[in-house]
């Protein structure tokens, strides 16, 4: 779908999402909170249009949308009757900025692979897999100090390192190939390196710490043997906002 | 302050946002839940700023913000050892979004009036106070029929009609001595009438809602006999942010 790109990736992300913040509102809705998965719904496909088309740059889109979705959800819950409204709307927008104002951002940088040539959705894609296999299979034979067990019990400080390393040689390899384009040179390696290596694990964590919260193991089970979606998605979560934001800045 | 606009309006405004989404929080940490301030604080002067330069037209400034912020927060709960760092973040990001978002539109509308000589802050200030003042009178005397006991168990269906009146009366009377601002007509009249007198009445019952939730009567005790400062600017959290919309889009 990377590969495609356009239509079909648009396609691909809004499905992948749509999916993901209905796992979020789920796995949330045990703590006796009934999050509102049509708003969240709705502000995943308005967010779509918005890194689609890059249209946060016209207008007011963007905060009159941030407004519109705020006034709903509270006027929705004036009449809705159910306990504990505050905590409904919160987990509700959380769900929002969660999954689609993170996630979304891969449309954007996708589309920046069409304008300059360059394949980073490629790299994104497959560095945090190198990580996520080289952090377990290392962390596997070598890990025996764990990094937060608190969080996340399994994970070593062995396997950590072996996945930033991981991800590390991607990029190296991309950029001495010349697939990741010619425009990004050895400090970009290095910072994209650690979006995908620190940060991305970092996302990791921080859906190991919801699921804690809420005493689940897998997000879902949409793919069986993976978890949920949002397990499969959990690094990039992190990971795609921080290259959109460093490409955004510096390019 | 509205008059003296400026600076002087952005620093009153801000410190009233400062406090308002300090008591968001405080009221909202009664449910074992510990909401950032120093986040929501950092966000809202952010939000300052964007109101205030029109700087969400500029680059991608308000994305990336989000962005950051989403990071921030769930990066730091990640390392804070406090229970329901799901919730927390939630609330958070929910008074961020409650407070600042819906109230920060002030400062953009105030500037509309310096640059097309209008007084339509003035207007919103004085139709939301003549409403609340008519609603309390009207109901207090003739109101019999509560309009919804279960969120505010005061309000009567005829002090809520009365209230729209009043918010009626104030900008007729201000497009027919021509103060509102000449690039304003009836139907302009009709629909602030809608804002101040239907959704501002709503942002009341909105605020209720969630004192009600967490069972306080007043949202704080910074104004002596007038509750808190979330109390007096409950109905200019839904007002404020409709004007400013409707002002974007057809002016």
């Known amino acids: 779908m990377i590969w495609l790109g356009g239509l079909w990736f648009t396609i691909f992300t809004s499905v992948v999402m749509l999916l993901a913040i209905r796992e979020f509102y789920q796995i949330n809705s045990t703590q006796d909170s009934s999050p509102m998965l049509w708003l969240g719904w709705i502000a995943t496909l308005g967010i779509v249009m918005m890194y689609d088309n890059s249209i946060a740059l016209v207008d007011n889109y963007l905060i009159i949308s941030i407004i519109g979705v705020v006034l709903v959800g509270m006027a929705v819950e004036l009449f809705r009757v159910k306990p504990n409204p505050t905590r409904n709307i919160s987990i509700t927008f959380f769900g929002i900025f969660y999954v689609p104002i993170l996630l979304g951002t891969l449309l954007s940088l996708r589309q920046m692979d069409t304008d300059y040539n360059s394949h980073l959705t490629f790299g994104?894609?497959?560095?945090?897999?190198?990580?996520?296999?080289?952090?377990?299979?290392?962390?596997?034979?070598?890990?025996?100090?764990?990094?937060?067990?608190?969080?996340?019990?399994?994970?070593?400080?062995?396997?950590?390192?072996?996945?930033?390393?991981?991800?590390?040689?991607?990029?190296?390899?991309?950029?001495?190939?010349?697939?990741?384009?010619?425009?990004?040179?050895?400090?970009?390696?290095?910072?994209?390196?650690?979006?995908?290596?620190?940060?991305?694990?970092?996302?990791?964590?921080?859906?190991?710490?919801?699921?804690?919260?809420v005493s689940v193991k897998d997000s879902g089970s949409f793919l069986p043997g993976h978890g949920g979606v949002l397990d499969r998605f959990d690094s990039l979560l992190f990971a795609s906002p921080l290259t959109f934001v460093y490409v955004q800045l510096f390019f």
Chains 1, 2 share one sequence.
């Open 124 to 213: 994104l894609f497959i560095s945090i897999w190198v990580c996520d296999s080289a952090a377990y299979l290392a962390g596997r034979k070598w890990g025996k100090k764990k990094i937060c067990e608190r969080i996340s019990p399994k994970k070593t400080v062995v396997g950590c390192v072996a996945g930033f390393i991981g991800a590390g040689v991607v990029f190296s390899v991309m950029i001495a190939t010349k697939v990741l384009g010619t425009q990004f040179g050895w400090i970009d390696v290095a910072m994209f390196t650690v979006i995908s290596g620190v940060f991305g694990q970092m996302g990791d964590f921080a859906e190991s710490l919801i699921k804690r919260d």
